[in-house]
């Protein structure tokens, strides 16, 4: 067989301003280009002791049990459910976006009962409405809920739907992929029990790591199981031989090094610049782009108190040709825009601030190619 | 929340001679920190499509379905496993090592009914017992085998096993981890069905993804099934629509997009050396390793005709501490072998010559720092 004449690949340079990927800052891509050590490795074991420590101060918790896995945020997603629902299990599901959808998919793949929530695209998921299907679903076992739709950029109330779901007896999972580092989320305090990101998004890292973070309540659900988890690979009390305890690791899996190395990196420079300030940099340069979009007549999906900062959903003005208007952004200014998902693709595009793309210089540009374009 | 004191992460530079990871270019680390692009970016799927067609090279195939995994080999294997066995398929599974126990749990937690056909650890399988077991169970779905045991450094005949599986009317899933780019591998010629691999070892990306390969007999029992497949995440019908076509992609979940930078660059210097040339040099490079190890009185756990060129098992000698040695070899050289896994922890210690660490700077080096802790 022939050899394929292909060469190095050089990609061009751009400004993501989508759903994510966001723009990644050089500290993160030269610390995943240093040098590859064993996944066993002393000096690695030590990272990943920072990382796990790190970690918990983005998700604000105080969970021994919190580690990236080693797999995009859909594979975190589904570690939740394979780990805390069994077969038989009654699980509200909450689905007001794609990936409330993503999450009823889950439900329904580890057999477990899936009472559906349903809310517009672009609201909030309706706390009065999960409350009437506790109610109607006393032995519910599970709540899971988005807390900032990426299809959308709602943001719902977590504190709130955690609240009624432990009045219940039942556990939460919450997708916080979009959220983490973005807006307040407090793992500890509004008490939920498995909590899943991305490596990607507020954090600035590249696309390939899920961050996660377990209560001791969701690991005495894993404990009580009384069939064995169906993913070896997402199995929780396998990866956490790996991941458990820097005194004692056992080989799972072999670890992706260098993305670590870079989640490490990004996680650092969200210490340096401290969450509290990454909450306020985010809400501040949203209400500038904002400014500018109202300034363009463009009118945004959903409605400002459940607005999320880094992600910005706006109506495409009519007789604009959407596909047309992204070509044009990313050929001629190298600018990527986020389409439309599901129920609003083609109406809608999507403006990602998020991380190390919520600046001023990112803003400014977006605004003069868009009125470019428009 | 006080904000961890963390700085960021400065890795030692090791040389990797262990199981894997092994030493990664320079070339390909270089790709890793180009800047990130959108998942969806015309340029990012033009590379998708080149890193397809230069994994069929590698894989020696025209499998239209050819791709990597956004996680690690052992997701891979997964990926193989939910896709092609059903619940009460009755699967041989053969077991010679730790990988062959890894598919045995991942055909339990599919619901299949397995058939172990076991060997010694350091033997490889057993052709005449595979043969006994079809045909005391000529209803078998599947055969999966371990084409180059890592945990032993042993090397199976996958071309008569997958033989007596077709004749049998059976799927071939081969585990090709540690045999890809290493030792001859060919998917086409051999007619395996399904194949998974990894992004390290003898490719010497970064570890983190899973290359697969699946034949059209594969997909043809894919598109058979009665069930839906347990996984949402390697749901292979669901990750064609990322993967399959570069026409149309829809999103499925945000592919790796940096490392799979990296794997790209692997993948196009495998085709600068040409993989027959690469076979050769781990040939020849095992030839030098062997012989300087036989000089110092080391012993091999697998017999010639069986041993993996890429991957030396040798028994520890008699009254030597196995971790004062590793720890040694680490600290003072920056050196790190394998220690031995599962029946063989303790008693053996594996050495790498993967990928872009089988060389002879490499060989001289190792020689020279043992001798000198021994």
Chains 1, 2 share one sequence.
Not at 65 to 86: D, H, K, Q, R, Y
């Amino acid at each position: 067989m022939q050899a394929p004449d292909i060469t190095s690949f050089i990609p061009p340079l751009r400004t993501l301003m989508g759903p994510g990927p966001s723009d990644v800052p050089q500290r993160v891509l030269d610390a995943m280009a240093r040098p590859t050590v064993g996944h066993l490795d002393p000096a690695f074991v030590g990272m990943m002791e920072e990382t796990k420590e790190l970690l918990r101060y983005a998700f604000q918790t105080e969970n021994a049990l919190t580690m990236p896995v080693s797999a995009p945020g859909s594979a975190g997603m589904e570690m939740c459910f394979v780990n805390l629902v069994e077969a038989g299990d009654k699980v509200i599901v909450c689905k007001n976006g794609v990936f409330g959808g993503r999450m009823l998919e889950n439900v329904k793949r580890v057999g477990g009962v899936p009472i559906v929530v349903e809310d517009a695209w672009g609201a909030p998921v309706d706390v009065a409405k999960v409350e009437a299907a506790f109610a109607a679903n006393p032995d519910a076992k599970v709540l899971a809920f988005v807390h900032a739709e990426t299809s959308t950029g709602a943001r719902s109330d977590a504190q709130a739907l955690a609240a009624i779901a432990h009045k219940y007896g039942a556990l939460v999972i919450a997708d916080c992929v979009t959220s983490l580092a973005g807006i307040p989320l407090m793992v500890d305090e509004w008490e939920l029990d498995a909590v899943y990101s991305g490596s990607q998004k507020c954090l600035s890292c590249t696309p390939g790591l899920s961050p996660v973070t377990f209560s001791e309540r969701a690991i005495a659900k894993l404990k009580a199981r009384k069939t064995p988890v169906q993913s070896w690979f997402l199995d929780l009390n396998l990866v956490l031989g790996y991941w458990g305890s820097a005194g004692k690791r056992t080989y799972h899996h072999t670890a992706p090094v260098n993305t670590l190395y870079g989640l490490h990196e990004s996680l650092v420079i969200l210490a340096e610049e401290g969450i509290e300030h990454s909450w306020a940099r985010h809400a501040d340069n949203h209400v500038m782009l904002r400014d500018g979009f109202e300034a363009m007549g463009l009118k945004f999906v959903v409605e400002e108190n459940y607005r999320l900062p880094q992600l910005n959903t706006v109506y495409i003005p009519d007789g604009v040709d959407d596909a047309a208007v992204r070509a044009r952004l990313l050929n001629e200014f190298n600018l990527e825009i986020g389409a439309g998902l599901g129920d609003l693709a083609g109406k809608v595009w999507r403006f990602g601030l998020m991380g190390h793309a919520s600046s001023v210089k990112n803003i400014d540009y977006c605004l003069s190619a868009l009125k470019q374009v428009l």
